[in-house]
Every structure is written in structure tokens, then in C-alpha cells.
């Protein structure tokens, strides 16, 4: 009898062994409890439930690093909606992938919401950092992915950007504090369009590109060589984007550039439709047509809440435009673009779309080309 319950114990331990530490996949017949793992083919990246730091009761499923810096956190699934205990489980249905409470409950409190329903569905997590869904027999085919759908860290390989043929609208929003990942600052397209050349190299580690396409508008940032160190971009939750490399002397990330040169550079700070000038005291000012929303909060120097219209525009009135030169694009996840049409095209565009608020060149160069305005939200 003693013998017995030792090979049964054995015969359990080493089943929960090989499951943590052999599979990069999820298949329709599996489950990931909390306390399990999925861990990449070469062990770059690990899944499953977690705790930040600070907030032990309050479980999240999330991928982070495996081999280095075991417990930096990469993505977040249910960053809203935290589990109170240890019983969520992770399974893959045939529309995606399901974060439930628990075992037997149908509760669930995050799902990838796949676009399309696959015969052979399974879930597997890639050396890259990317989380993908697809059917068993269609290796590179993803119905879904994690890339698609960042939150506050930006890896090689990821576009930030858009794809007008898929739908996928890629930015970023930072963690709200270091133990809550529920979404706070947003980093828009435009905030790095600015300061990216078409292609740039920094010290032989990666290289950086900004594309603009008929179809895609994004920016990349790959690893030259296989042996570069280990490169990530966060968005802390004070909404500052930071570059970081992988100290393999120290076993720690080493700032290595903060891509906000100025406090003009801090996402929001004058709020909306308000415009920041780091060469004025105090920085904010509403623009032409506005005023402060919250004229105490101004005086105060809080910015945030924005500046209203003081006339309200009547579409097809008679509007027109106030000129701005040497400022960044605002917040681009509500705008149009077309890369053919010239200024005179897109300016006569915006004035009969009455959702049109503001037009651009997209690239300012040569004369100036393409057509970007942005939409009431």
C-alpha cells in the first residue's frame, strides 16, 4: 500500500511537469488552471495567470519572459476585470480563446473574440512574445493574435499602427499604476510620427521603420542580428514611452532612450483641443475658438479636461480653417487618410464631411502630399 500511493504521487507530479514545461499549445481538450503555464518552443516567453506586484489578491492572464527578467510582464488579457481567486481557467474554443472563473462556471470574464471559427482550433504562444490562435493545420494563418491587440509594451516584430484590409487598429495604453494593469494612458500613431525616419539603426542593436502603405500605415522595430540584446518599449503608467535593453551583466533592463523630449511630449497633457508650446509659460493654451473647459482647473494647471468651443460650428455654413504649422498630429485613432490627394483635394474633402474637424498633409516634404483629417469622437 505505502508503494502504491508513491508511484501514484510520482505518476501525478511528473504529468504536471511535462505539461508546464513541453507545450507551446493549447488544443480544444485542454485547460490551463491557474498555477499552470504554456511556455514557447524555446522557452523566450511563458502564459498564464498572475498577480502584480503589490496586489496578490487580484489575478490577470498575461504572457512575460521566461528566460530573462522572469516576471516582466509583456501583455494582459482581462486587465479590467481581474479574477478575486486562484480558479480561473484558460481554454480554446472554436471562436478563440476563453478566460473563465472556473472549471465548471460559463462565466467568462475575457475572450479573444475571433473573427472567424476555425475546425481545429488551438492557441499557441510564439518565441516572439505573440499569442496566436488558429486552426491545428494552418500554421501561419492567424484567425487572431495577440500583436494585434497590444497594451503597454511594444516587442520586436509588433506594428504599431494600422491595417486598413484586416481592421486591426494597433496602439498602446499604458498600466494605470505598477500594480494595476487596467488601461490609463494612450499612445497614439501620430505621437512617434514626428521623431521616426523611413529607416533608422541605433548602435548596430535594431532598426526602426515607418511604413506607409494603400492599405497599412504603421511603425516596426526589429533586432538586426540574432545576438542583439533583448529590446522592449513600455509605455510607463505616467504615459511616458521608454526604450529599454536587457543588462545581461546585471540581469536588470537599462533605460536606454525616453522618446518624450519635452513635457509637450507627455500624451494629453493639455487635454482636448487644447495645444501644448514649450516655449511658453505656462505650457497650455486652447485654441483659436475655444476656451478652457474647466476654467478653475486651467488657472490650477490642470489641463487634462480640455478646451470647448465658444461658437458651435454649423456644418455647411460658411466654416472654415485656422492654419497651425509646427505642431504634431493629435490623437489619431479616430481619422481618414488618403495618400494620393493633395492639400487643396483634402482641405475641399473635410469641408463636406461634417465630421471633419481638421485636415494635414501626411508627409510634409518635398511641397507636401497625401491627405490626413481627423473625426468628431
Given at each position: ?204 542593436i535594431y532598426r526602426e521603420r515607418f511604413v506607409i502603405t494603400e ?104 466654416e472654415g480653417f485656422v492654419n497651425y504649422s509646427g505642431v504634431k ?27 471633419c474637424t481638421a485636415y494635414s498633409n501626411i508627409d510634409t516634404s ?12
Amino acid at each position: 500500500m505505502e508503494g502504491t500511493a508513491i508511484i501514484l504521487f510520482c505518476s501525478c507530479l511528473l504529468s504536471v511537469l511535462v505539461f508546464n514545461s513541453a507545450e507551446d499549445t493549447i488544443s480544444a481538450n485542454q485547460t490551463i488552471s491557474d498555477g499552470q503555464t504554456i511556455v514557447s518552443a524555446r522557452g523566450e516567453f511563458e502564459m498564464g495567470f498572475f498577480s502584480p506586484k503589490g496586489n496578490p489578491k487580484k489575478r490577470y492572464f498575461g504572457i512575460w519572459y521566461k528566460k530573462i527578467s522572469n516576471g516582466t510582464v509583456v501583455w494582459v488579457a482581462n486587465r479590467e476585470t481581474p479574477i478575486a481567486n486562484t480558479s480561473g481557467i484558460i481554454k480554446v474554443s472554436s471562436m478563440g480563446i476563453v478566460v473563465s472563473t472556473n472549471q465548471s462556471s460559463n462565466t467568462r470574464i475575457w475572450s479573444s473574440n475571433s473573427s472567424r471559427s476555425v475546425k481545429n482550433p488551438v492557441a499557441q504562444l510564439l518565441d516572439t512574445g505573440n499569442l496566436v490562435f488558429r486552426d491545428e493545420n494552418e500554421k501561419e494563418n492567424y484567425v487572431w493574435q495577440s500583436f494585434d491587440h497590444p497594451v503597454d509594451t511594444f516587442l520586436p516584430g509588433m506594428k504599431f499602427g494600422y491595417d486598413l484590409v484586416t481592421g486591426a487598429d494597433r496602439y498602446f495604453l499604458s498600466w494605470k499604476s505598477d500594480d494595476d494593469p487596467a488601461p490609463e494612458m494612450h499612445l497614439g500613431l501620430a505621437q512617434d510620427i514626428a521623431t521616426i525616419d523611413s529607416v533608422r539603426e541605433y548602435n548596430g542593436i535594431y532598426r526602426e521603420r515607418f511604413v506607409i502603405t494603400e492599405t497599412a500605415a504603421y511603425y516596426v522595430f526589429e533586432l538586426l542580428i540574432t545576438e542583439s540584446p533583448i529590446a522592449k518599449l513600455t509605455l510607463t503608467p505616467g504615459g511616458i514611452p521608454t526604450r529599454y535593453i536587457w543588462n545581461t551583466e546585471y540581469h536588470d533592463w537599462t533605460q536606454y532612450k525616453i522618446l518624450q523630449e519635452s513635457d509637450c511630449d507627455r500624451y494629453g497633457i493639455c487635454g482636448t483641443n487644447g495645444v501644448c508650446n514649450i516655449n511658453k509659460s505656462p505650457r497650455c493654451e486652447c485654441m483659436d475658438g475655444f476656451d478652457p473647459k474647466i476654467p478653475e482647473d486651467w488657472a490650477k494647471a490642470n489641463w487634462s479636461n480640455g478646451c470647448s468651443r465658444n461658437v458651435q460650428l454649423e456644418c455647411g455654413n460658411g466654416e472654415g480653417f485656422v492654419n497651425y504649422s509646427g505642431v504634431k498630429l493629435p490623437d489619431t485613432r479616430w481619422s481618414w487618410y488618403n495618400m494620393s490627394m493633395s492639400l487643396v483635394e483634402c482641405k475641399d474633402k473635410c469641408l463636406k464631411d461634417c465630421n471633419c474637424t481638421a485636415y494635414s498633409n501626411i508627409d510634409t516634404s518635398n511641397g507636401g502630399s497625401g491627405c490626413y483629417y481627423g473625426l468628431v469622437t
